[in-house]
């Protein structure tokens, strides 16, 4: 069994200043290899998209304090100094963001903003970098892409600049590509094509794939195994068959039903009751019992800690769940 | 009551464009004649660029409106003057998409309410007892009235929007895109929330929204655009289990489920279709807008614009080949 | 965007003659003119008379405007009551002398306010940030005739390192060609009237240009912060992009865009704010002559000079509008879908 490409322990991340610090996320730990698409689930709030940031530093700073370890090919990247951080940021880690619009950078070329990843790691020089820009620019399935190359985000549309945004993560071949909620702000007939496109850049380049996403839909749609965070923490881990047919914490089996729309009998749809709770909210015992059917009197004064289920999923890959009573019977 | 509440014969919404010597238009909305019967919950669905909030806007003339007829309870409300639109406008109502910017954010929410209260006519005395009522109609509690909308969360801020729409007691509501802004756990929660309302109060309501699948849970009648025009209308489990429109069928396809097989299957179709856009406002396409991407464009889908003519499912659909 | 250059010199001609028109009034409305002023002097009633004939002061308000206007689209000025000089020549010798000014205040004030700027945005909330903000404060807060007077004093009576007043040594022979003294050092190969020159625009450029560099300086730091902290930064530092190439390249660069407005706008209100350092310094530039004019009644010189600055200050606005649009991709295509 070869050692995962990434391996995250203990993963503690604390934002803001003074007394307005929370904490949002607690002791994280997964591992991630190459050729596997990891979907981290979670609502906002959940603290996914701080610890995807988290994994390539990008929210420390003042307002922003990691701790834990976070070993990518056996390197502990929270010990790295600012020289090797930068090398291994877009040639080790690359991420792509929700906001393609916002992500680019208004004022360059497309195809210039690509190349500049290239370039500034010294792979390339610009001609080089420009052309293989181009050439990323295909890989993504954009049509005409000497052209869009040339051209501005603005005059891109929605799925087109996605993709663009895909082609800038890959630019310098990385081993680990952290998507956070790639399909958003897309449309539904462009999702399932961005989808499909990270499906095959994962298995054509042998990466890995973190996606993160409160969408259900698109966890079924791609994703191998699943995480699921709440209230900063992990709540459940399991394969992605498995976690449909059978989850064991309370919170993805709400989350599931929630997700196929259907009214009721009451003609009602199905929602969980109130809302994930803020980080300066959460006291003792399980951060989800307020909202939980089926809490119980330990369950507000103990937090329960990750047990591994029995008996391993699909593929061996082990089933991990945060509570003190979880589900037994699979679901309908 | 007879007829529809509010109809639009060949209603149509052009943008001007800026730039260039000459003034050009884009047609916004092409002309589109839709009814919304009273009591019925009535879904829009579109992608971005379809056309649907426009259609929304101008069903309540927040829009001016080119050409054709948009009528409201018998009243052709197409060129209404100001002070006889004014006076109908508490009867029809709109929930705005972004709870962050559809509220003012320095008037506090029993503010917001009571100057609604007050512009229908409500005494003074009794302005502050019903703003507390709307309030707890939506699911908040009286203190609320003292704050402001930043102390508020996004589902929060929503509901108060929907309470100042209902201030004015209306007959219509049209809401768009009214939970697209919120959190996976709160959307479900203000969608009941519409639908409790709608039903205590016999509203006739026009959702508006992307999600296909959301619409055709909820609504009776759904009718789907594309590039400014209605490709088809139909009862919602008709438009889900037997699409008679090609755009139809590829939302349908395209709608990520919570079910690893089927949604395996979506990504699989996916790749192998290509990759195509919306077609041009400016240079529209002649005939069928949708034919650039259709599966089953002939010739005549490009010579000829498709009306929407009814069809053997039993709603109306804008196309050469319909499906089965 | 040629439609957009065409449209806004089209409206040039309507706003200076709004601007004409408004002097034009605003002058009548003082009291006393000219012919008061100086026709006191004499006791003989009829050279009055006569001297407000020559004026066409005798005329009614509505036939004096209507003389106005017509010379004025002959792009006559008229002649100065005062001097007797025509108008266009004063202007001639007196506005490249206004527009050195301006420049060189301009120069001062954007170095100095970019460079506290970009320092403080750089290093936002240190000591280092919170001294330049105060800094920043105490230089916008000061009148310009107050500071021009303590810099005076301080560096002409008692440091002596530079002079006070006017713009060349009185000693120093000129015969102005264009007026702009470093073209006509060229012309005339006369390098030594670079020096003295110098010397005498540098206390009234740091006037006006530290005074106004405190504005710019936090509009500048806002920028850089507020650009640091978008999304695309974000993807910079992704990239791997190094933390300088970052901030020149990125940062500094789109936040160019707004801090270039602010600019164009600051060099408009500099030739009038000019004014007063004209004043102060006895700098012999066209707002100084304005102000004399005013002073003295002298209608078309104060027309003339007023008419002048008021059509620099929409060229100049035009000016920097257009390449506000030219440098903003968003802009320069019409925008996207």
Redesign the interface.
């Known amino acids: 069994m070869t050692t995962p490409l990434l391996q995250v322990r203990g993963l503690t991340a604390r934002l803001g200043t003074g007394a307005a610090q929370v904490t949002a996320v607690s002791d994280l730990g997964f591992d991630v290899g190459r050729g596997e698409i990891l979907a981290i689930v979670g609502e906002s709030g959940s603290g996914k998209t701080t610890a995807a940031m988290a994994l390539s530093r990008l929210n420390e700073g003042p307002g922003g304090q990691l701790s834990g370890q976070v070993l990518f090919d056996g390197v502990d990247v929270l010990s790295l100094n600012r020289r090797a951080l930068r090398t291994l940021r877009g040639q080790g880690i690359a991420m792509v963001f929700q906001d393609a619009r916002a992500a680019l950078n208004p004022c360059e070329r497309v195809g210039d903003q690509i190349a500049e990843a290239m370039v500034v790691h010294g792979a390339r020089r610009w001609t080089q970098a420009r052309r293989q820009a181009v050439a990323l620019l295909a890989e993504v399935g954009l049509p005409e892409p000497e052209r869009r190359a040339t051209l501005f985000p603005h005059e891109l549309s929605g799925g087109q600049m996605q993709r663009a945004m895909i082609a800038l993560g890959l630019a310098c071949d990385p081993g680990l590509l952290i998507a956070d909620e790639p399909t958003t702000a897309l449309d539904v007939t462009v999702q399932a094509q961005v989808l499909a496109l990270l499906k095959s850049v994962v298995a054509r380049r042998n990466m890995a794939l973190i996606l993160i996403t409160h969408d259900l839909g698109v966890v079924a749609s791609i994703a191998d195994r699943v995480l699921v965070m709440y209230a900063g923490r992990i709540v459940e881990e399991a394969e992605v068959g498995r976690f449909f047919a059978a989850p064991r914490h309370p919170y993805s089996r709400d989350m599931i039903r929630a997700a196929s729309i259907a009214l009721d009998a009451s003609g009602r749809l199905a929602t969980i009751p109130g809302r994930p709770p803020r980080p300066q909210d959460i006291g003792d015992g399980c951060a989800y019992a307020p909202r939980c059917a089926q809490r119980q009197a330990d369950c507000t004064t103990l937090r329960p800690a990750l047990t591994v289920h029995p008996t391993a999923g699909d593929a061996g890959l082990p089933h991990r769940f945060a509570c003190l009573h979880p589900i037994a019977e699979a679901l309908s | 009551m007879t007829g529809p509440l509010l109809s639009l014969h060949d209603a149509t919404v052009r943008y001007a464009v800026p730039g260039g010597w000459r003034a050009r238009s884009i047609a916004a909305l092409a002309p589109t004649t839709l009814d919304v019967h009273q009591g019925e919950l009535l879904a829009i669905v579109g992608e971005s660029g379809s056309g649907k909030s426009t259609l929304g806007r101008a069903m309540l003339r927040l829009l001016p409106v080119a050409g054709g007829k948009v009528t409201f309870d018998g009243t052709d409300i197409t060129g209404l003057g100001r002070a006889a639109l004014s006076a109908l406008r508490p009867r029809m109502q709109m929930i705005f998409q972004d709870p962050y910017s559809s509220l003012n954010p320095n008037k506090t929410v029993g503010r917001a309410l009571t100057e609604v209260l007050a512009h229908v006519g409500v005494p003074r005395a009794e302005r502050r007892e019903r703003a507390e009522t709307l309030l707890a109609q939506v699911g908040l509690d009286a203190q609320a009235c003292a704050r402001l909308p930043r102390a508020f969360s996004g589902g929060q801020r929503q509901r108060i929007a929907i309470a100042r729409a209902l201030a004015t007691d209306p007959d219509l509501i049209v809401a768009d895109e009214p939970v697209s802004a919120l959190d996976v756990s709160v959307q479900a929660q203000v969608v009941n929330l519409l639908l409790d309302l709608k039903a205590q109060r016999g509203l006739t309501m026009v959702f508006i929204s992307h999600d296909l699948g959301l619409v055709t849970a909820i609504a009776q009648r759904v009718c789907v655009m594309y590039f400014g025009r209605i490709v088809e209308i139909g009862l919602a489990d008709k438009i889900a289990a037997r699409p008679a429109h090609p755009y139809t069928a590829m939302l349908n396809d395209s709608v990520p489920q919570p079910d690893v097989v089927a949604a395996r299957a979506t990504v699989a179709a996916a790749s192998r279709a290509g990759v195509a856009d919306l077609p041009s406002l400016l240079n529209p396409p002649t005939g069928c807008a949708f034919r650039s991407r259709c599966p089953q464009a002939t010739g005549i889908c490009a010579q000829q614009e498709p009306g929407l003519v009814p069809h053997a499912g039993g709603g109306l659909v804008a196309c050469h080949h319909p499906l089965a | 965007m040629t ?1 957009e250059i065409v449209k806004r010199l089209l409206f040039l001609p309507v706003t200076v003659f709004f601007v004409a028109t408004l002097v034009f009034l605003a002058l009548r409305a003082l009291p006393g003119s000219s012919a008061e002023l100086l026709g006191s002097q004499f006791s003989t009633a009829g050279l009055k008379e006569q001297l407000i004939a020559d004026l066409g002061l005798d005329k009614s308000i509505w036939q004096q405007y209507g003389i106005f206007i017509r010379e004025l689209l002959n792009f006559d000025l008229g002649r100065s009551f005062m001097t007797g000089k025509d108008i266009s020549t004063m202007v001639a010798e007196t506005l490249p002398i206004t527009i050195e000014l301006a420049v060189a205040s301009l120069i001062v004030m954007t170095i100095t306010g970019i460079g506290m700027g970009v320092l403080a945005g750089a290093f936002p ?1 240190s000591a280092a940030d919170g001294l330049l903000r105060t800094l920043a404060v105490l230089l916008f807060s000061l009148p310009w005739f107050w500071f021009g007077i303590v810099l005076i004093i301080v560096f002409s009576l008692w440091l002596g390192w530079l002079p006070a007043f006017g713009r060349l040594p009185p000693t120093l022979e000129y015969q102005a060609v264009t007026n702009f003294v470093l073209i006509d050092a060229v012309i005339l190969g006369r390098p030594d009237l670079i020096g003295p020159w110098l010397l005498h625009i540098t206390l009234p450029a740091l006037t006006v240009g530290l005074t106004t560099s405190g504005a710019l300086m936090r509009l500048v730091r806002v920028g850089v912060i507020e650009t640091g902290q ?3 930064i ?10 300088g ?1 970052v901030f020149f390249r ?1 940062i500094l ?2 936040a160019a ?1 707004g801090i270039l407005t602010v600019i164009g706008v600051q060099f408009g209100a500099m030739l009038g704010g000019s004014v007063i350092a004209e004043v102060v310094f006895g700098y012999p530039g066209i707002g100084r002559m304005t102000v004399d004019a005013v002073l003295t009644r002298d209608y078309a010189a104060a027309q003339g000079g007023a008419i002048v600055i008021a059509t620099l200050y929409v060229l100049i606005n035009l000016v920097t509008d257009l390449s506000y649009r030219w440098a ?3 802009l320069r ?5």
């Open positions: 439609q909330g978008t999304d695309y974000r993807t910079a530092r992704m990239k791997g992009v190094p933390a190439r990125h660069r789109n865009l903003d991709p968003r295509r019409g925008g996207g879908q």
